[in-house]
Nanobody, 119 residues
Framework: QVQLVESGGGLVQAGGSLRLSCAAS????????MGWYRQAPGNERNLVSK???????TYVDSVEGRFTISRDNAKNMLYLQMNNLKPEDTAVYYCNSPLNDGNLVRWRWGQGTQVTVSS
């Protein structure tokens, strides 16, 4: 079972930036798609961005142009650069390997990392 450890969250003012990291244990990381999800209080966890094994990226409309997903297959690492953050980006952020565009994922969820954006 792959273990996922997210880090890099914090408290930032609106307009600020954060870079999230996800460390994945185990093998095979480079051959599968990875994604970042977020869950705000009282809401469902939703896929925010996805990157295929070949590096093709997709984003939900609300973060398009502000967030950038990337991966380092040699280090089994996934990243999310978040710029021009808005209060509505406040959520716990998780990484995982998506099996669809909903919440079906390959592995057990990690602990996530809290992102709080103040206005």
């Amino acid at each position: 079972q792959v273990q996922l450890v997210e880090s890099g969250g914090g408290l930032v003012q609106a307009g600020g930036s954060l870079r999230l990291s996800c460390a994945a244990s185990g093998s095979g990381f480079s051959f599968i798609a990875m994604g970042w999800y977020r869950q705000a209080p009282g809401n469902e966890r939703n896929l925010v961005s996805k990157i295929t094994s070949g590096g093709r990226t997709t984003y939900v409309d609300s973060v398009e142009g502000r967030f950038t997903i990337s991966r380092d297959n040699a280090k089994n690492m996934l990243y999310l650069q978040m710029n021009n953050l808005k209060p509505e980006d406040t959520a716990v952020y998780y990484c995982n390997s998506p099996l669809n565009d909903g919440n079906l994922v390959r592995w057990r969820w990690g602990q996530g990392t809290q992102v709080t954006v103040s206005s």
